[in-house]
């Protein structure tokens, strides 16, 4: 899992891009410390957004980084909290989140959902992955950890067919992943199950939790009503698309239709935009005309 491991990954050239043309240099590549509540760490940027959850002399850590930032992030939670890190979850596969899985070689367990292990295994080629205790997560596994719960959820194929969120009650704080990209238009990666229309049900489930700050896959941590407008945008990208194909239009009709101004979302460079989330929703309602037909 180190430099061979991830250069195949595309993910990772992908969020180099977006770094430099969307979402900002600084905000990927340098790292900021947010301490919430006597429990909860959080490491913003460094490729994916990360958190750590401290439970006596160890600690649990959401989403590992990639590549040095994976190794600077275990060095501040070894050395600056003094703590071992026992457990790990992935919110899914993506390399900026995952990539430095390899770094915590003693780890007690790696809690992610089937369909992650699944194309780790898959893309392992060196045999890196072999001995990670894997513990697959299928709909939800509670934790209590330093006496606090900690729920670990999976709400359906959205960004990835392999989306985790892990929600601190008592905190009132969710770790999102990329469920949430406050500003930017979501992406649904279809190439890893992801779709749009699964997406918009799964923050449906997600702005069902009590919580009050939301941590985003990349970029600054928000509050429920910011959270809130990603599932807004979603309802209304289907409901406008939906029209669409109700009243006979083609995908192309759509793409000129559909614009939502009231939505001023910013595109992921080679990923995600308006024209490309239109035209994922339309495909995503076409296939569930199709598989609704007698």
Do not use: I
Request: net charge positive; glycine share 10%; aromatic share 6%.
């Amino acid at each position: 899992m180190r430099g061979r491991f991830l250069a195949r990954r595309p993910w990772l050239l992908l969020g180099a891009l977006w770094a430099l043309g969307g979402c900002g240099a600084g905000m990927f590549l340098h790292v900021t410390r947010v301490d919430l509540g006597d429990r909860l760490r959080l490491y913003l940027g460094g490729g994916g957004n990360s958190a750590v959850w401290l439970q006596g002399r160890e600690a649990l850590v959401v989403d590992v980084k990639m590549a040095d930032f994976a190794r600077r992030l275990k060095r501040a939670v070894e050395t600056d909290l003094g703590r071992r890190v026992r457990r790990v979850v992935l919110t899914h596969v993506h390399g900026d989140h995952s990539g430095g899985l390899g770094v915590f070689p003693d780890v007690g367990a790696v809690l992610v959902h089937p369909r992650t292990r699944e194309r780790l295994q898959a893309a392992d080629r060196d045999g890196k992955l072999r001995a990670v205790p894997f513990v697959d997560v299928e709909n939800e596994v509670r934790l209590v950890l330093g006496g606090r719960e900690v729920r670990v959820l999976h709400f359906g194929p959205a960004h990835t067919d392999g989306d985790l969120v892990v929600y601190f009650p008592e905190e009132k704080v969710l770790v999102a992943g990329d469920l949430l990209l406050d500003g930017y238009e979501p992406y649904a990666d279809t190439a890893n199950g992801g779709d749009l229309l699964g997406f918009r049900r799964a923050l449906d489930s997600l702005m069902k939790l009590d919580f009050e700050k939301a941590v985003p896959g990349h970029g600054e941590v928000v509050d429920r009503a910011r959270a809130g407008r990603s599932r807004d945008y979603l309802a209304a990208l289907e409901a406008a698309v939906r029209a669409q194909v109700a009243k006979g239009k083609t995908e192309d009709q759509a793409v000129a239709e559909v614009t939502l101004p009231e939505f001023p979302l910013k595109p992921l460079p080679l990923a995600s935009s308006r024209e490309k989330n239109v035209r994922a929703m339309y495909r995503s309602l076409e296939e569930a005309v199709r598989k609704a037909a007698p």
